[in-house]
């Protein structure tokens, strides 16, 4: 009995030095492995998909005036980094640089405001000491005088772009009885750095919508509940699969959120007069109808 006890305590530590020894070359390996070149989620797969490619978008329906009861204008913040919104960073897809490659190629335009009434004559990147760098010329709006362009430089890196501003109109279609929003434009937001100091946030340019709907209605995204139901950018957008915070809401002042005095440098009071509104366009909702 002494004997097997003994030859079972040796079989215990040289099954334990495996396992360290094991892991320890786990770890080694694994050290010098950049996991981040690997996207297992991605091709090859086991079957050809080409649902997503060959999707159509059903077009924003075109309302007439006499119909349209009421409408408020909303700019609303989605947040890739929230847990609702991570699908917008998937590495094999991610949105930021979706549309930072159609910029370059001049594929969609880039309105230089929210009234999208002047688009950049170019927008143009170039690499300045690894970092990216984007030119934005446009002519001078306040002068028609003057023809020469002007030109912005502004630091720039499409990869630390992780918010989004969703312009959109809520109406209430008298006609068919439904109270709907309707996405307007979608603009990048960054914090531009001059001389190496990062200002406030802001929009990088807006585009429209209906300019870009044809490439997200074909441009895949990940879907976390099934791999072989895959959902497009549109798709996201469209049925509003994401989590979101208003930043502005039409008024007199025409100002966001945080250029009021009571929200200036406040969060918490930016945040509630958010929230206020959300809630202001649900009880609108709810009185529209009987029960």
């Given at each position: 009995m002494k004997q097997l006890s003994i030859k079972n305590n040796k079989c215990k530590s040289v099954f334990k030095a495996s396992l360290c020894i094991a892991f320890y070359a786990i770890n080694s390996v694994g050290a010098q492995v950049n996991y981040s070149e690997f996207i297992t989620s991605g091709e090859p797969a086991s079957?050809?998909?080409?649902?997503?490619?060959?999707?159509?978008?059903?077009?924003?329906?075109q309302w007439n005036e006499v119909d349209v009861k009421f409408s408020k204008r909303i700019v609303r913040c989605i947040d890739a980094r929230q847990k609702m919104n991570k699908q917008l960073e998937w590495p094999r897809q991610p949105?930021?640089?979706?549309?930072?490659e159609q910029l370059c190629l001049g594929g969609i335009n880039a309105y230089q405001s929210d009234?999208?009434?002047?688009v950049y004559n170019s927008v143009l990147f170039r690499q300045r000491g690894g970092v990216e760098i984007i030119i934005q010329v446009f002519?001078?709006?306040?002068d028609p005088t003057d023809t020469h362009d002007s030109?912005?430089?502004i630091d720039y890196d499409y990869t630390k772009i992780h918010k989004y501003w969703v312009m959109e109109d809520w109406i209430f279609d008298y006609k068919h009885g439904?109270?709907?929003?309707v996405i307007l434009a979608i603009a990048p937001i960054f914090a531009p750095a001059y001389a190496g100091i990062t200002t406030r946030e802001m929009p990088l340019c807006w585009i429209k919508m209906e300019e870009v709907r044809g490439l997200l209605s074909h441009t895949e995204m990940f879907n976390r509940y099934n791999d072989a139901s895959r959902l497009s950018y549109d798709d996201f957008f469209q049925m509003r699969i994401f989590d979101s915070y208003i930043v502005f809401q039409s008024n007199v002042f025409d100002n966001y959120i945080n250029q009021f005095p009571e929200n200036d440098f406040n969060g918490v009071a930016a945040l509630l007069a958010s929230?206020?509104?959300k809630n202001d366009l649900f009880i609108f909702e709810h009185d529209l109808w009987q029960y």
């Open positions: 079957y050809y998909k080409n649902g997503v490619k060959e999707r159509k978008f059903v077009p924003t329906p949105l930021n640089k979706l549309l930072y009234s999208m009434a002047s002519d001078n709006p306040d030109t912005i430089f439904v109270f709907k929003p929230d206020g509104i």
